[in-house]
């Protein structure tokens, strides 16, 4: 799983198979445990420094890597049912290492096709961050541009949908319903849930829809069918 924010994605190990399995925790740079004393987490993940931001994905696209290679040699995993699991900037994260690379799954949520969109759209979260774009001189088109190979929408091959579930939040104001629909259009139609209500922080929501994702990965990684529990919360809005 690669996640900025460990509420997020807290209550889906017991929703994952019971057969055996590995789940595997991996924190973005700069994020929680390796934020550097002096900096609030996330400040130096994305900021107005598009070349350490373009480091930053390097440095977490190894992290996988290597986190990848470790399951294999010290967990005996089977390198051909690995998948992928990200929330917020690590959904982004997750949906473009997937597009980039041979995993047989992702779940994507709260994240969509295009980082530059996020930045630029005047949400609480990125409102400075933007500001101090602009004034370096950047606009939307300008970081979407330094930033391409970061962008989900660059790597989505529609071939590969069907590896893809989407989760995203109706009112969401950080990452907007049609941004993930962005992502959706990329990929012609990967599997999309809409938490009906809720914004970005959306744990409720989210725990209604584990067994959904529980079922793509079962589907996928263990090649059957799964059978799902009772959901519980809001009913997503949409799925298709």
């Given amino acids: 799983m690669v996640n900025p924010n460990v509420d997020f994605g807290i209550n889906i190990n017991p929703q994952i198979p019971e057969e055996p399995h590995q789940v595997l925790w991996i924190e973005i740079p700069y994020q929680g445990q390796r934020t550097p004393k002096g900096r ?3 400040e130096l993940t994305l900021s107005a420094d598009l070349v350490r931001n373009e480091r930053v994905f390097v440095q977490l ?11 294999v ?6 390198r051909s049912r690995v998948g992928l699991l990200g929330t917020s900037l690590g959904g ?3 949906a473009t290492l997937y597009g980039m690379h041979d995993y047989r ?4 949520q709260l994240a969509g096709g295009d980082v530059a969109k996020v930045l630029f759209n ?11 774009l602009v004034e370096r001189g950047l606009d939307e088109d300008a970081v979407r541009d330094r930033l391409k ?15 893809v579930l989407l989760v995203a939040a109706e009112l969401d104001e950080i990452v907007p319903l049609e941004s993930v ?12 849930i809409v938490m009906a209500g809720e914004e970005h922080r959306a744990a409720n929501g989210m725990r209604a829809t584990l067994p959904k994702l529980r079922a793509h990965f079962e589907r996928l990684l263990l090649g059957r069918d799964a059978e799902t529990a009772p959901e519980t919360g809001r009913e997503p809005a949409e799925t298709r």
């Fill in 40 to 42: 609030r987490p996330g």
């Fill in 61 to 71: 696209a190894q992290d996988v890597g290597r986190a990848v290679d470790w399951l």
């Fill in 73 to 78: 040699r010290e967990r005996q995993v089977d």
């Fill in 92 to 94: 982004f994260a997750a």
């Fill in 105 to 108: 799954a992702v779940t994507v």
């Fill in 122 to 132: 005047g949400n609480w979260l990125t409102r400075d961050l933007q500001a101090a």
């Fill in 149 to 163: 190979a970061m962008n989900p929408v660059t790597w989505a091959d529609p071939a590969r949908k069907d590896g």
């Fill in 181 to 192: 629909r962005d992502l959706r259009r990329a990929y012609e139609g990967a599997e999309l």
